[in-house]
């Protein structure tokens, strides 16, 4: 038995030598600013995608007959998924030895998978109808599509594992690079969120603009009216741009690999034992990294929806006329995910010198308070938009104020500063855990995205219960999101490493008080 566990022991610490030193080589010769910028583009692509999905697929999902309670259970995969798939992959990057490289191959494959899934989703009207869903036109039947939903959650499901499948090289394959040049892992995490504000300002655009149907009027027809033809054009769109993101990706992050001296047979008992060698800090920034996205998943699942009923006073099984306001505040709400997008660029540019002057440590707790703030706004904002209605807030039809509104859309702007760093410290934190005390950036970055996936199946369960249990709509989650924000607040003031402020200078080297 202790033989055995000497041989394991050795084999991991070969493995991690192995790995080290292929970082080394991943890119041969010194990475210049701009390649790093345009090697991360992918996250760009990917985010695209995720933009349109938060914005618009809850709505949309509801529309096809499934309840408000039910379309939050549909979350459910991609935390399933990615509690299992991005440490496996995670790890089979850092151990691959393809002549492709290491991380490229599965964000290649990743990428094929979610525009196949994107389709899916595009399409399922189209799909239900001729699986016999209905003969009716679109304008006339208003009742549950359920081949159409099955079509949409096949889909969804895959878009969800692919996701995770790319995420984790992408963060590793930027982790490599800025490791082999003078920039260091928070000037490269800066750049990832830089895109991801680009994804979601191009993907939120298109969500809030409303005229794909005019644009591309042959996306329409029986079975596809106006807001599923605008759903459908600005995921075709997707498409084209994730292409084209991925393809500046494996053009630009070239790796060059060394060869692998030892024969790597990854099964999913090595991962776990792999686990235990992540950094001694690590568990630490995982409980932070939980209780952080327990108080933004609520918003995340429910932000638009949020906007049509408590805002715009719609129902999307109500009324022509309650219908249409919902509408309208979907739309309104991927506005203001475009405003907060903006700011969320505007913010990563700012994260490496504020993480210099504060610490990481701080710059994210700071994070965690603004978030509730937030949160505690967004219940005063729903009741001062119902203030003179006395009945369900699902009856109130009413236009909404001019006031209301324009505080909610500050609401959104000003969650883009805390957003911008959930996006980059955690996983800059991460990554320099792991290049001072090992580990493998795949397996680390995979893991850390566990304790994401973790909340997000909490909320996808819990989220659409508590609110029917109050019947108040969204605030029920959003009171709860307010609450976890300020624990998490406190925790992290407490727990956090303390990353020295030198591990965010130009030389990507840190050390550790």
């Given at each position: 038995m202790m033989e055995r566990e000497v041989v394991a022991g050795g084999r991991e610490v070969l493995a991690t030598l192995e790995y080290k030193a292929a970082a080394a080589t991943a890119v041969g010769k010194e990475m210049s600013l701009l390649r790093l910028f345009f090697s991360c583009m992918v996250a760009g692509g990917v985010q695209y995608g995720w933009a349109l999905q938060l914005s618009l697929l809850t709505p949309y999902v509801q529309t096809l007959g499934l309840s408000h309670t039910l379309s939050s259970l549909i979350w459910l995969c991609g935390p399933v998924a990615g509690f299992v798939v991005q440490p496996c992959v995670g790890?089979?990057?850092?151990?691959?030895?393809?002549?492709?490289?290491?991380?490229?191959?599965?964000?290649?494959?990743?990428?094929?998978?979610?525009?196949?899934?994107?389709?899916?989703?595009?399409?399922?009207?189209?799909?239900?109808?001729?699986?016999?869903?209905?003969?009716?036109?679109?304008?006339?039947?208003?009742?549950?599509?359920?081949?159409?939903?099955?079509?949409?959650?096949?889909?969804?499901?895959?878009?969800?594992?692919?996701?995770?499948?790319?995420?984790?090289?992408?963060?590793?394959?930027?982790?490599d690079l800025s490791l082999s040049g003078a920039h260091g892992?928070?000037?490269?995490?800066?750049?990832?969120?830089?895109?991801?504000?680009?994804?979601?300002?191009?993907?939120?655009?298109?969500?809030?603009?409303?005229?794909?149907?005019?644009?591309?009027?042959?996306?329409?027809?029986?079975?596809?009216?106006?807001?599923?033809?605008?759903?459908?054009?600005?995921?075709?769109?997707?498409?084209?741009?994730?292409?084209?993101?991925v393809l500046v990706t494996s053009i630009v992050g070239r790796e060059e690999l060394a060869p692998s001296t030892v024969e790597e047979r990854v099964g999913i008992m090595e991962i776990f034992r792999t686990i235990k060698n992540l950094p001694p800090k690590m568990p630490y920034v995982l409980l932070v990294t939980s209780l952080t996205w327990l108080s933004w998943f609520p918003f995340n699942l429910y932000d638009t929806d949020w906007m049509g009923r408590e805002i715009f006073h719609g129902d999307p099984k109500g009324t022509p006329a309650q219908?249409?306001?919902?509408?309208?505040?979907?739309?309104?709400?991927?506005?203001?995910?475009?405003i907060n997008s903006v700011v969320l660029g505007v913010t990563s540019l700012l994260i490496e010198p504020m993480c210099r002057k504060f610490t990481t440590r701080i710059v994210w707790v700071m994070c965690n308070f603004c978030m509730f703030i937030c949160m505690v706004a967004t219940a005063i904002i729903s009741s001062w938009s119902l203030h003179s209605y006395h009945g369900s807030i699902h009856d109130a039809i009413v236009s909404p104020d001019g006031s209301v509104k324009a505080v909610a859309l500050v609401v959104f702007a000003v969650l883009g500063a805390p957003l911008a760093v959930l996006y980059s410290v955690p996983f800059a934190v991460t990554a320099q855990l792991a290049a001072n005390e090992g580990g493998g950036q795949g397996l680390c970055t995979g893991v850390l995205n566990i304790s994401i996936v973790i909340p997000q199946v909490v909320i996808a369960l819990g989220a659409g219960p508590w609110d029917g249990i109050f019947k108040k709509g969204n605030m029920p989650a959003f009171a709860i999101a307010s609450v976890f924000a300020f624990v998490c607040g406190i925790v992290g003031l407490f727990v956090l490493p303390r990353l020295s402020r030198k591990s965010f200078k130009a030389s990507g080297m840190s050390s550790l008080h």
């Amino acid at each position: 038995m202790m033989e055995r566990e000497v041989v394991a022991g050795g084999r991991e610490v070969l493995a991690t030598l192995e790995y080290k030193a292929a970082a080394a080589t991943a890119v041969g010769k010194e990475m210049s600013l701009l390649r790093l910028f345009f090697s991360c583009m992918v996250a760009g692509g990917v985010q695209y995608g995720w933009a349109l999905q938060l914005s618009l697929l809850t709505p949309y999902v509801q529309t096809l007959g499934l309840s408000h309670t039910l379309s939050s259970l549909i979350w459910l995969c991609g935390p399933v998924a990615g509690f299992v798939v991005q440490p496996c992959v995670g790890l089979w990057s850092d151990r691959c030895r393809s002549r492709f490289g290491r991380r490229r191959p599965f964000i290649l494959v990743g990428c094929f998978f979610i525009c196949l899934a994107v389709i899916l989703i595009a399409f399922s009207s189209d799909i239900g109808y001729k699986l016999g869903d209905t003969k009716e036109d679109c304008n006339i039947y208003h009742g549950p599509r359920w081949r159409a939903a099955i079509v949409y959650v096949a889909g969804f499901w895959i878009l969800d594992l692919s996701n995770n499948t790319v995420q984790g090289p992408t963060r590793a394959l930027m982790a490599d690079l800025s490791l082999s040049g003078a920039h260091g892992c928070n000037k490269a995490n800066a750049i990832f969120a830089s895109w991801m504000a680009i994804g979601n300002i191009v993907g939120y655009s298109a969500g809030a603009s409303g005229k794909w149907h005019e644009w591309f009027p042959f996306l329409t027809n029986r079975a596809c009216c106006e807001a599923c033809a605008n759903l459908k054009g600005a995921f075709l769109v997707a498409v084209i741009f994730l292409l084209l993101s991925v393809l500046v990706t494996s053009i630009v992050g070239r790796e060059e690999l060394a060869p692998s001296t030892v024969e790597e047979r990854v099964g999913i008992m090595e991962i776990f034992r792999t686990i235990k060698n992540l950094p001694p800090k690590m568990p630490y920034v995982l409980l932070v990294t939980s209780l952080t996205w327990l108080s933004w998943f609520p918003f995340n699942l429910y932000d638009t929806d949020w906007m049509g009923r408590e805002i715009f006073h719609g129902d999307p099984k109500g009324t022509p006329a309650q219908m249409k306001a919902y509408d309208n505040g979907v739309r309104a709400g991927a506005l203001g995910l475009l405003i907060n997008s903006v700011v969320l660029g505007v913010t990563s540019l700012l994260i490496e010198p504020m993480c210099r002057k504060f610490t990481t440590r701080i710059v994210w707790v700071m994070c965690n308070f603004c978030m509730f703030i937030c949160m505690v706004a967004t219940a005063i904002i729903s009741s001062w938009s119902l203030h003179s209605y006395h009945g369900s807030i699902h009856d109130a039809i009413v236009s909404p104020d001019g006031s209301v509104k324009a505080v909610a859309l500050v609401v959104f702007a000003v969650l883009g500063a805390p957003l911008a760093v959930l996006y980059s410290v955690p996983f800059a934190v991460t990554a320099q855990l792991a290049a001072n005390e090992g580990g493998g950036q795949g397996l680390c970055t995979g893991v850390l995205n566990i304790s994401i996936v973790i909340p997000q199946v909490v909320i996808a369960l819990g989220a659409g219960p508590w609110d029917g249990i109050f019947k108040k709509g969204n605030m029920p989650a959003f009171a709860i999101a307010s609450v976890f924000a300020f624990v998490c607040g406190i925790v992290g003031l407490f727990v956090l490493p303390r990353l020295s402020r030198k591990s965010f200078k130009a030389s990507g080297m840190s050390s550790l008080h």
